[in-house]
C-alpha cells in the first residue's frame, strides 16, 4: 500500500511539472494569459503570425478612448460647477403648483367672529429706585444726565464757569440742601428719555440765606 502511495506521488509530480513547463511554453505574452483566462483555464495556443505590438495597441485605444469619455464628463461637471453662480440661487419661497395636487388645498376659516382672548388685567406702575445720594452742589445736571452738550470746545469753558460762579453761592446751596440729607433722583427725566433743554429756577430759602450771610459776616471778621 505504501508503495502505491509513493507510486502516485512521483506520477501527480511529473504530471504537474508538464503542465507547469507547457503554460511556460504557450503563455508567452499578455494577450495569451487574457485569451486563456476568458476561455478556461487551458492555455491557447498563440497564432505565430499574431503580433504583440497589436495586442498592446489595441488596449492603448480602449484606455485612451476610456480617458476620452471620462475626460469628457469632467468637462461637464466642470462647465456646471462654473455656472453656478450666487446670483442664480432664487430666493422666492413662495408655493409654486396646483392645490390639491403640489400642496394642500386651504381650508380659511371665513364667516367666523373674532372672538379675543379674555386675558386678566395686569396693571403696571413705574416705581423710582429707592437709591440716593448726599448733595452734588457742583453738578450740571443738563450736561451730566441729560447730555445737553455745547459742542466739545465749548463746554470745558462753560463747566469752568460753572465751577467758578457756585464757589461763590456754596454756602447759600448748602443752606438749601444740608450735607448730610439724602437727594432722590425723583423729579428728573428717566434714562433715555427725551429731556427738553431747560432753565432751572433759583430755589428760595431763607436758610439759605441765613447760612450765607453768616459765612460772608465771618468772612469779613477773619480776614483782616
Known amino acids: 500500500m505504501a508503495l502505491w502511495l509513493v507510486v502516485a506521488l512521483v506520477v501527480g509530480g511529473a504530471a504537474g511539472s508538464l503542465s507547469a513547463a507547457g503554460w511556460q511554453e504557450f503563455v508567452k505574452s499578455p494577450a495569451d494569459a487574457l485569451r486563456m483566462a476568458a476561455r478556461g483555464s ?3 495556443a498563440r497564432d505565430p503570425g499574431e503580433a504583440d505590438e497589436y495586442v498592446l495597441c489595441a488596449a492603448t485605444e480602449e484606455a485612451k478612448a476610456a480617458c476620452a ?3 469628457k464628463d469632467c468637462r461637464e461637471e466642470l462647465e456646471k460647477l462654473r ?3 450666487l446670483a442664480a440661487i432664487d430666493l422666492d419661497i413662495r ?3 396646483r392645490a390639491g395636487n403640489d400642496y394642500p388645498c386651504e381650508c380659511r376659516l371665513e364667516g367666523e367672529d373674532y372672538q379675543p382672548r379674555r386675558f386678566a388685567c395686569t ?3 413705574w416705581n423710582a429706585a429707592g437709591s440716593c445720594n448726599k448733595p452734588l452742589y457742583f453738578e450740571d445736571w443738563a450736561l451730566e444726565r441729560y447730555g445737553h452738550s455745547h459742542g466739545p470746545l465749548a463746554d470745558p469753558f462753560i463747566s ?3 465751577f467758578f460762579v457756585t464757589l ?3 454756602p447759600y446751596k448748602m443752606g438749601v440742601e444740608l450735607p448730610w440729607e439724602c437727594v432722590y433722583p425723583l423729579g428728573y427725566y428717566r434714562p433715555g428719555s427725551c429731556a427738553p433743554w431747560t432753565v432751572p429756577a433759583v430755589p428760595i430759602s431763607l436758610r439759605g440765606l441765613a447760612v450765607e450771610a453768616a459765612t460772608i459776616t465771618g468772612i469779613v471778621f477773619v480776614v483782616p
Do not use: K, Q, Y
Open 42 to 44: 487551458t492555455p491557447i
Open 69 to 71: 469619455e471620462a475626460s
Open 83 to 85: 455656472g453656478d453662480r
Open 95 to 97: 408655493v409654486g403648483g
Open 123 to 125: 396693571p403696571f406702575t
Open 160 to 162: 469752568a464757569a460753572h
Open 168 to 170: 461763590p453761592v456754596l
